[in-house]
């Protein structure tokens, strides 16, 4: 079984300031793990991806994570926020394989403010 | 490439009807697709998951004689939502599976009145 949890449901940071989104997963198999941004009435767009490749992925629109095997984390950081990074943020984990082969899981999202 | 379609985007409907979403891969061949509700303000939650040729296989409390799944190729799979009532309101997402990954449509909202 797998399982996301996001801590923190409201992220709140000021234009030019640090985005950091925490994801913290849980799978019995490796995982692949992914970040996707909704926008209002959109469906989602996939931000990054791990796959068991490098452990820290570069993404679209400035966004990195890094997989941390040892926390079971997946942190979502971006260096310097734009007011159009305003969204809500989706962590998912997947299975690399087994029975739920490429079924997604999915945390409970994080919205993300930017304030000018 | 990866490309996934939904039709339509919004609809309206009227409660006891039936309604009909469709989920196209544009630019590859999909085996699976999956259909996933979302609530306002909720993350997405799983409804079935759609194969090919065989029947759609529904999780845990999804009525599967009310939301009826077909995937009848290897791009297309609809989503039929019988006898809509109010409660059936909502945003609707499908994606479609290539290898490990999965790629979403823009989603359909669906208000029935």
């Known amino acids: 079984a797998q399982s996301v949890t996001q801590l923190g449901s409201h992220v709140s940071v000021s234009e030019g300031a640090l985005v950091l989104l925490r994801c913290n997963y849980s799978?019995?198999?490796?995982?692949?793990l992914f970040w996707y941004v909704q926008y209002p009435n959109q469906g989602l767009q996939l931000l990054l991806k791990y796959t068991s490749a490098a452990t820290l992925v570069k993404g679209i629109n400035g966004f990195e994570a890094e997989f941390k095997k040892s926390e079971t984390s997946f942190h979502l950081t971006k260096p310097s926020a734009h007011m159009s990074d305003a969204a809500e943020y989706f962590c998912a984990v997947s299975e690399a394989g087994g029975t739920s082969y490429g079924k997604l899981t999915f945390g409970q999202g994080t919205i993300l403010t930017v304030h000018p | 490439g990866a490309v996934v379609s939904q039709h339509p985007s919004r609809v309206i409907c009227k409660s006891g009807t039936s309604v009909k979403i469709e989920c196209r891969s544009l630019?590859?061949?999909?085996?699976?697709m999956f259909w996933y509700r979302q609530f306002p303000k909720k993350s997405l939650m799983l409804m079935a998951t759609?194969?090919?040729?065989?029947?759609?296989?529904?999780e845990q409390g999804v009525e599967k004689d009310k939301f009826l799944i077909n995937h009848a190729s290897l791009t297309l799979s609809t989503l039929t939502v019988t006898s809509a009532h109010p409660e059936d309101s909502s945003f609707y997402i499908c994606s479609a599976r290539q290898g490990p990954f999965q790629y979403f449509g823009p989603g359909t909202r669906l208000t029935v009145t």
């Open positions: 630019d590859f061949q999909a085996t699976t």
């Open positions: 759609s194969n090919e040729g065989s029947k759609a296989t529904y």
């Open positions: 799978s019995s198999v490796p995982p692949y």
